[in-house]
């Protein structure tokens, strides 16, 4: 199922990690109508993979026993049906990052890492949200709070007029500020997050801000540029876009 070479050092199997990482998160979220209805309740017991190239697919488990990497969850689309959408999307979200951990400590185990080289892996495992913070937004909730602590303190001290409609579009599509008073340790860890790939906010890049969730997004990981942006009055990210299709 994979043919992917095996990573044998620990950038390579956090490179492995963050590859099938960032297909989960494609699944769950910019992905995630193709993804609900590839889980046919109908169907046999169905998994979700990562995999490394940064793809995803929902298929049948190895046969295998034992199998050769450790197995995502089993039967995810059965549940499908039973519970709220959202339920339902972050339960697989949490399965996935418990399988994640599992297939990166596997290969540690298999080539024989020592403590330090652990310790350092999971360390670099650790830096980066996991998937359920990416899909249910709760990766960027403290960030939000300074950000609306920030707002109440600058309302307290006389509000700035809105001079025009660019100006405040302009202000939708920049990710949301750091606090002035953090270390830079602490911005790194409370920065903004993206919807998609569940990377952290980079200065040269454009990103746009759904006004659905209000989850900020990569501007190439939803397909949109500055000059498409300024002609978007209220934006509806991937997952917002197709929640109300799948519903129905």
């Known amino acids: 199922m994979e043919g992917h070479p095996i990573p044998r050092t620990v950038e390579e199997v956090f490179s492995d990690f963050r590859g099938r ?3 989960l998160i494609k699944a769950l979220s910019t992905d995630v109508q193709k993804f609900y209805h590839q889980c046919d309740p109908e169907k046999e017991n169905l998994c979700l993979y990562g995999l490394p190239n940064e793809t995803w697919e929902v298929n049948l488990p190895v046969e295998e ?6 197995e995502p969850a089993l039967g995810i689309n059965f549940a499908r049906d039973g519970m709220l959408e959202k339920d339902w999307i972050s339960l697989v979200a949490v399965h996935s990052d418990s399988w994640l951990i599992s297939v990166a400590f596997y290969f540690g185990a298999r080539f024989g890492f020592g403590k330090n080289e652990r ?3 999971f360390q670099m495992i650790n830096d980066l949200p996991t998937i359920f913070e990416v899909v249910t937004g709760n990766a960027k909730q403290s960030k939000d709070q300074s950000a609306n602590h920030n707002s109440s303190r600058s309302k307290s001290s006389g509000a700035k007029p809105r001079h025009s409609e660019s100006h405040t579009k302009a202000s939708k599509m920049s990710p949301p500020p750091k606090e002035d008073d953090e270390s830079e340790e602490e911005d790194d ?3 903004a997050v993206c919807g998609a790939c569940g990377d952290n906010y980079g200065g040269d890049e454009f990103w746009i801000c759904c006004d659905a969730c209000e989850k900020w997004f990569h501007g190439k990981c939803v397909k949109i540029t500055p000059a498409k942006a300024e002609n978007i ?4 990210c991937p997952s917002c876009s ?5 519903k129905a």
């Not at 026993?65 to 450790?70: D, G, K």
């Not at 197709?242 to 799948?246: E, H, Y």
């Open 21 to 23: 990482r960032a297909g």
């Open 65 to 70: 026993v034992p199998p050769e990497l450790p």
């Open 119 to 121: 310790k350092r892996l």
């Open 189 to 191: 860890e409370q920065g």
């Open 233 to 236: 009055k209220h934006y509806k």
């Open 242 to 246: 197709t929640s109300k299709k799948i």
